[in-house]
């Protein structure tokens, strides 16, 4: 790889063109993107189709959806009754044609309960977003001054949380093997007390991404949150909210927003149950991985065949969370350069799956069973680089 000044200027001239070149910046971007001067935040918005090829379109693009988003918060984060001052609009009184027992199914308020039981979750799964870092749990810099003015006596998501009573047990709508989505690594903090609460006005960037969340669940009804979706949208959100560059990072939450929409577009089949045994479903995908060792490596196959150490064991997790879960988050990020550069959509993922095996092959081939299983769910190797070059050297040998 070439020293980071000439990568940087590569970079810089692909991407100064009038029409951007997305093949050469695919092949750059898959050696992994450099973090100066907003350059990953803005490839990655190339890659996941947010900004179109012609840069003349770029900024008239971003406000559009700026503006877009900002309507979805308006309209889905405000509560039912609630004064809505600055939209112009007085006042109502709601109870009239609608109150908390009103038995009708399109009663604002019957939404508006069904929406806690997804809040709930989604508040669950956010609050424990890398522990171990933290990012998530600081102040934004940019909190959403929509959701916060005073003037708009708005109800954030989190104050709807408190406000709750719904037990949580009506939430746990769990994917089969996704209970187990965090590593034994990560310990989380047991109660929310743990929590620093932040003065009024202020927002942790997790509030940001459990708004993202939310908004996702409302707008894809057919999907809306399923465990693990924390996970996606984590390294997205804290790429851009990272941006050196400030115009970008004031807007990183629209922007992260409509990125994990479009990668949510090519992965969401993962997370759909009644999909799983087709050919874009996750089990489909998890076979793909043992068949591609089988080719590469046909001895450590059939051992762990024969231990019948099923794929779902550990790659269901890879796959579905494209191995946001097994490695550190700049870790990730890295690795997310090289998928989302991948023309082929994730067939690299497969290639980094395999690799990630080979590369503890001989372990694997000593081990029993538990053994072997406590690798794969906690995987040894904490070096990217070696895996992504491992990977690919089975793309090239194919």
Not at 42 to 62: D, H, R, V
Not at 78 to 89: C, D, E, S, T, Y
Not at 115 to 133: S, T
Not at 293 to 313: A, S, T
């Amino acid at each position: 790889v070439a020293p980071l000044p000439l990568r940087i200027a590569d970079f810089q001239e692909v991407l100064g063109e009038p029409t951007v070149a997305l093949a050469k910046l695919r092949e750059l971007c898959f050696s992994g993107i450099p973090f100066d001067g907003g350059l990953r935040c803005l490839c990655w918005k190339i890659l996941l189709n947010y900004l179109p090829l012609e840069k003349a379109l770029w900024s008239s693009l971003l406000k559009k959806q700026r503006d877009l988003y900002s309507q979805f918060l308006k309209e889905m984060i405000i509560q039912p009754g609630i004064a809505k001052a600055n939209l112009g609009v007085s006042r109502e009184d709601v109870t009239l044609e609608d109150h908390p027992l009103n038995p009708n199914p399109d009663s604002r308020w019957n939404t508006y309960f069904k929406d806690n039981e997804v809040l709930l979750q989604i508040d669950k799964d956010v609050r424990r977003l890398y522990p171990d870092m933290a990012f998530f749990q600081r102040p934004t810099d940019y909190p959403c001054l929509l959701i916060l003015d005073p003037q708009n006596e708005f109800e954030t998501l989190r104050k709807r949380v408190e406000q709750t009573t719904l037990k949580s047990q009506t939430v746990a709508r769990n994917r089969s093997g996704v209970t187990n989505v965090s590593s034994p690594l990560k310990s989380t903090p047991n109660s929310l007390s743990e929590y620093e609460v932040l003065p009024n006005g202020c927002e942790a960037h997790w509030e940001v991404v459990e708004r993202i969340l939310f908004i996702y669940a409302k707008l894809n009804p057919g999907i809306a949150y399923v465990q693990g979706m924390n996970e996606i949208v984590g390294p997205l959100y804290y790429t851009f909210a990272t941006d050196p560059n400030n115009e970008w990072k004031e807007h990183a939450e629209a922007d992260t927003f409509f990125c994990f929409t479009n990668l949510m577009a090519e992965i969401r089949d993962n997370f759909i149950k009644s999909l799983d045994d087709s050919q874009c479903g996750i089990t489909y995908k998890m076979e793909k991985v043992y068949s591609t060792l089988k080719e590469k490596d046909v001895e450590l196959y059939l051992k762990l065949q024969e231990q019948n150490i099923k794929p779902q064991f550990f790659a269901f997790r890879w796959l579905t969370l494209l191995l946001s879960q097994e490695f550190l988050l700049p870790d990730v990020i890295r690795i997310w350069d090289s998928l989302f550069a991948d023309d082929k959509r994730f067939d690299f993922l497969l290639l980094v799956c395999c690799a990630m095996l080979t590369l503890i092959r001989d372990q694997l081939l000593e081990g029993d069973f538990t053994l072997n299983m406590r690798l794969l769910q906690d995987y040894p190797i904490s070096d990217v680089h070696l895996i992504l070059k491992k990977a690919k050297e089975l793309q090239d040998s194919k």
